[in-house]
């Protein structure tokens, strides 16, 4: 087999994996990209795996929500989702994820770190690590963000390379990414409005996880605060909106880079249906497109059957509260108290966007608990109206 000694790093293909002929191309999309020695002596061979990961798949893990589709390569036309494989012998020791987007390759986030108990401390994730770094670099990769409860996974990514940044999230920065707090969502040029897809993930999770703006309130959806970091969060969240359930509004500057995002959840109910949740988080330097994203998801949400958008703000945050104010948000409310900062309680305040009202978009029986047609048929047949509640006591 010739492959790469893991210490030294070939230039590699973004879309096989392959290291300039020095892989050992097993399928289209398994290659062994490189063998090291580990401390036991043993011989790890590292594997790049892009999906379907067919039998592989039992020996990774994934998000719940989407590890069907992930792990048989739904996601391909717009994230890139390799799955870095140890193995000693033949045996799966280790693993994990790199994402990064088809269309720009300068952030991307490690998930599902995973080495097998009887063979930590020898160095897998290590080495398994290094190589994902190697091949996100080489393509291009500017900073790569991961999180951590555990403090020796922690101790791991410290010698990797990775620094503290956001609540439990720890970040990468390569040797290309210069001032990249400064720089990544700085000004460049135009910027426009599109559909979030999921090649989105890492784009929004660098967006959400910059320090500005220094919002209270990140993303009151997925109860993302000030120092809250975000990552997997988005997943969930385009799950949760789809089947016209909400909208994700993106805003992309002329590099390519998330610089904006707008998310709206309707409530999950018959009777409020026609309510959503909203909230915004733009670059400080885009501020002046935030009318703009804003509208742009209002009219979506507005054609999904929506009508009143409401979106929390702390007290405290005034420039989030021009943000909406300029886009015909209204403050409805204000509840006290409701928000714990480092400086003490603050209130939240309650903005509101009341649009022309719709139709219903899903009918009462779609929802949970509620009467199916086929039981009101039923009631009819036979004869009578069943008690309702009230009459009923
Ligand atoms: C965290 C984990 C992935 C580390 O994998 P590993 O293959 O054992 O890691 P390595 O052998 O490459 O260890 C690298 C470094 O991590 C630290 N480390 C690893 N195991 C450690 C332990 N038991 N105690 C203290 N530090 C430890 C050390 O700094 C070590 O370097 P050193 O051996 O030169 O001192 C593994 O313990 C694991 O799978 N844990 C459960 C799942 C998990 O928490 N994953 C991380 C999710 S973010």
Same mark, same amino acid.
């Given at each position: ?22 892989e ?22 590292i ?6 990961? $067919?039998?592989? %798949?039992?020996n990774v893990?994934?998000?719940?929500? =989407? ?5 048989v ?13 140890g193995?000693? +012998?033949?045996?799966?020791?280790g *693993? ?15 998930e599902?770190?995973?080495t ?7 160095? =897998?994730?290590t ?20 999180c951590t409860?555990?403090?020796v996974?922690?101790?791991?990514y ?17 040797r290309? @990414? ?5 720089g ?22 660098a ?7 220094a ?12 120092d ?10 385009m ?9 994700? +509004? ?18 999950p ?5 026609? =309510? %959503? ?7 400080p330097?885009?501020?002046?497109? *935030?009318?703009?994203l ?20 702390? $007290?405290?945050?005034?420039? %989030? ?6 886009? *015909?948000?209204?403050? $409805? ?13 603050t ?13 219903? +978009? ?14 009101t ?6 004869g009578? @109206?069943?008690p ?6």
């Amino acid at each position: 087999m010739t492959v790469s000694k893991v210490a030294g790093y070939n230039i590699g293909c973004r879309h096989c994996g392959s290291l300039s002929g020095d892989e050992d191309i097993i399928t289209a999309n398994c290659k062994n990209i490189a063998e090291t020695e580990l401390k036991s002596g043993e011989t790890l061979v590292i594997k790049k795996i892009n999906p379907p990961l $067919e039998s592989y %798949a039992d020996n990774v893990t994934c998000w719940d929500v =989407v590890r069907d589709d992930l792990l048989v390569g739904v996601f391909e036309p717009w994230l890139f989702t390799p799955y870095y494989i140890g193995e000693i +012998q033949g045996d799966v020791v280790g *693993s994990m994820a790199c994402f990064t987007p088809v269309e720009n390759p300068e952030v991307g986030l490690v998930e599902f770190v995973n080495t097998e108990e009887n063979h930590r401390r020898k160095g =897998v994730s290590t080495a398994l690590l290094r190589q994902l770094i190697s091949h996100f670099e080489v393509d291009g990769g500017l900073a790569l963000y991961l999180c951590t409860t555990n403090p020796v996974a922690g101790r791991m990514y410290e010698n990797c390379g990775f620094s503290y940044l956001v609540g439990d999230g720890m970040r990468y920065l390569t040797r290309e @990414a210069g001032d990249f707090d400064a720089g990544y969502l700085a000004k460049t040029g135009a910027a426009s409005v599109r559909q979030a897809h999921w090649g989105d993930l890492p784009g929004v999770s660098a967006l959400f996880c910059h320090r500005e703006p220094a919002w209270e309130i990140k993303e009151y959806l997925s109860h993302c605060f000030k120092d809250t970091r975000f990552e997997g969060h988005f997943m969930r969240l385009m799950r949760r909106i789809e089947e016209d359930r909400g909208v994700i +509004q993106i805003l992309e500057n002329d590099c390519k880079r998330v610089v904006g995002c707008v998310i709206v959840e309707r409530l999950p109910t018959f009777h409020q249906q026609h =309510v %959503a949740h909203l909230s915004i988080r733009v670059a400080p330097d885009y501020g002046r497109h *935030s009318c703009e994203l804003l509208d742009a998801a209002v009219d979506c949400a507005h054609q999904i059957g929506i009508s009143i958008l409401q979106s929390y703000v702390a $007290e405290c945050d005034a420039d %989030a509260k021009d943000v909406l104010a300029a886009a *015909s948000f209204t403050e $409805e409310a204000v509840l006290r108290g409701r928000l714990r900062t480092t400086d003490g309680f603050t209130d939240l305040a309650v903005y509101s966007r009341i649009l022309s009202e719709v139709p219903p +978009q899903h009918s009462q029986h779609k929802y949970y608990g509620e009467r199916q047609p086929w039981q009101t048929e039923r009631i009819h047949e036979l004869g009578k @109206a069943m008690p309702r509640y009230t009459e009923h006591k």
